[in-house]
């Protein structure tokens, strides 16, 4: 085949087709594989500091405790749409989910109220330090929940009791 | 200039070049904006919460990541460290957490500058909304063990719009 002959100005050389259909792969593949950075947002919270250490004796400050208790557990949801969940993979909870927050001696299954009675014990008093307590079948969503309504109410001291289920679970 | 365009046997059509660098300049823009401090996070559903802070990883910053997905199964860059299906005792999760926590700088256990030295920075837990909370309580059960001593936490979930309101429940 004759080639065309090309002048100076021209400086495509060679044919250019092949090098442009990868450079499209290349450019579908990334367009394809590209994940909007979903902004995540965080909680903080913490841990018993003085655990494992032991060494001096932590000043016992008295903690508002906050129990979480699963009184129905609700049907079980596609994770992004209101079908029953196959069985398979991850899923959500259904409206239907009955969570119990007990705040010291009052109880209450309404997250509003919750989040009421956290703003006017803040009030009473900011300094309290408080601890999140999960009883079994509790699920990540509802301690999230709990969380933000502690800091939405203002505390910042939020402490987690960590639990060695491994060692609970097996029998002796 | 004469052009080959009258040439039909030769002529390209269009000058490709231009075409070529936008197209380099869509492939270098992607290949840059393709996060790779993203390869961490496994996609999972997180639970919404209003009061979150936006997260800004700063990759100079220590600070481990575990996923931990609705069965139970804990990943660490995309490797999984813990799976209840066969439970090693957590010890290659307990390694992972001594190791980090090594590396991480320290601050005196007390806030008066007494007591041994403890890792001060956060290890973030991200965990499906439908993950049950024993699996994260052993994990924060975990992170008190001597040889790891990580106390601050973060738990990651989804921001929620402003003008959206939080989802009633019951």
């Known amino acids: ?172 | 200039m004469k052009l080959s365009r009258t040439d039909p046997k030769t002529d390209v059509g269009i000058d490709m070049t231009p075409m070529i660098d936008v197209v380099f300049q869509l492939i270098i823009f992607f290949m840059l904006i393709t996060d790779m401090t993203q390869k961490e996070l496994e996609e999972l559903v997180l639970p919404d919460a209003q009061n979150a802070d936006p997260d800004k990883p700063d990759p100079t910053v220590v600070r481990p990541i575990l996923n931990i997905l609705a069965d139970g199964k804990i990943l660490v860059k995309r490797t999984v460290l813990y799976d209840p299906q066969h439970d090693d005792g957590y010890i290659e999760l307990k390694s992972f957490l001594a190791q980090q926590a090594k590396r991480m700088p320290t601050k005196p256990l007390n806030e008066d500058g007494t007591g041994p030295p403890i890792p001060d920075n956060p290890l973030l837990i991200r965990a499906d909304q439908s993950t049950p909370f024993k699996y994260i309580q052993q994990v924060m059960y975990l992170c008190g063990l001597t040889g790891i001593q990580i106390w601050k936490i973060q738990l990651a979930a989804a921001e929620q719009n402003p003008d959206q309101k939080p989802k009633p429940k019951e």
């Open chain 1, 1 to 172: 085949m004759k080639r065309r002959r090309r002048k100076a100005e021209e400086p495509i050389k060679g044919d250019m087709t092949p090098m442009i259909d990868v450079t499209f792969q290349l450019l579908i593949f990334f367009m394809l594989t590209i994940k909007f950075k979903t902004l995540e947002g965080k909680l903080s919270a913490y841990l018993p500091k003085d655990v494992g250490v032991n060494t001096t004796q932590a000043e016992p400050k008295e903690k508002l405790e906050i129990k979480l208790k699963v009184i129905a557990e609700g049907t079980k949801l596609m994770p992004r749409h209101n079908l029953l969940w196959t069985g398979e993979g991850a899923f959500r909870y259904g409206p239907d989910r009955v969570v119990q927050y007990s705040v010291g001696p009052r109880t209450t299954r309404d997250l509003k109220e919750l989040a009421k009675r956290l703003q006017e014990l803040f009030q009473a008093n900011p300094e309290q330090p408080v601890t999140l307590d999960a009883l079994p079948g509790i699920v990540y969503d509802d301690v999230v929940q709990v969380l933000d309504q502690a800091i939405n109410a203002g505390y910042r001291d939020i402490t987690f009791v960590g639990y060695d289920i491994s060692k609970e679970q097996k029998p002796g």
